[in-house]
């Protein structure tokens, strides 16, 4: 799975946006990008993934860049809710052999919402 | 509950002493994961079953770490002649077939300190 690199901590008013930048430069074209959140004293919550469209649910939207060596995340109403550790992840898909299926987290991008 | 469930929540067990840790995946899930976060730290993958079959048990880190799933339902994380440096916060995941570790559900994890 591609390396990926996320600032260390940000910090977000209550109400504003939220976007947490990921780069994985070495990507490769079968990987898809994860997003997982860990909020205090919780298991990881899976938040959304994409491969090259941008991607929205009804927890976040996902922008990847045309060349795929980058995505943001947006949360666009931040809630004090939302202050967690934010995982980004590139993988493969499940379905192609040995390997795939395990998740490799990083160090995650510790979001504090302010009030 | 509908969502997976591990026990204990917390566990204190003196240095030497054995542990083991319960997980209930999500009914009807066949993918279960093990992995160990140390403070601080992303989650590690340990272990994976697709039903009651250890296919990957790469991650355990020395052989005083033993993982089973006899029936494909249930599984035990167990910790021989604990150390130190076990102390971790243990996560269960959970997945349907053919998804891997694609949107898998975590547990609340098991806080594991060694004294």
Known sequence: DAKTTQPTSMDCAEG??????????????????????????????YIIHGLKNNETNEMASLIITEDRKSSTLILPHATLRDTAVYYCIARRSAISGAGSYQLTFGKGTKLSVIP | G?????SPRYK?????????????????????????QALGQGP???????????????GLPSDRFFAERPEGSV?????????????????????????????????????????
């Not at chain 1, 976007?19 to 298991?43: D, F």
């Not at chain 2, 030497?16 to 009807?28: E, F, H, K, N, W």
Request: charged share 15%; proline share 3%; aromatic share 12%.
């Open chain 1, 16 to 45: 504003r946006a939220a976007n947490l930048p990921c780069n994985h430069s070495t990507i490769s074209g079968n990987e898809y990008v994860y997003w997982y959140r860990q909020i205090h004293s919780q298991g990881p919550q």
């Open chain 2, 75 to 115: 599984s035990t994380l167990k910790i021989q002649r604990t150390q130190q440096e076990d102390s971790a916060v243990y996560l269960c995941a959970s997945s349907t077939a053919g998804t891997g570790g694609l949107g898998a559900f975590f547990g609340q994890g098991t806080r594991l300190t060694v004294v």
């Open chain 2, 12 to 36: 204190v067990a003196k240095r030497g002493q054995d542990v083991a840790l319960r997980c209930d995946p999500i009914s009807g899930h066949v993918s279960l994961f093990w992995y160990q």
């Open chain 2, 44 to 58: 590690e993958f340990l272990t994976y079953f697709q039903n009651e079959a250890q296919l990957d048990k790469s």
């Open chain 2, 2 to 6: 509908a969502g997976v469930s591990q």
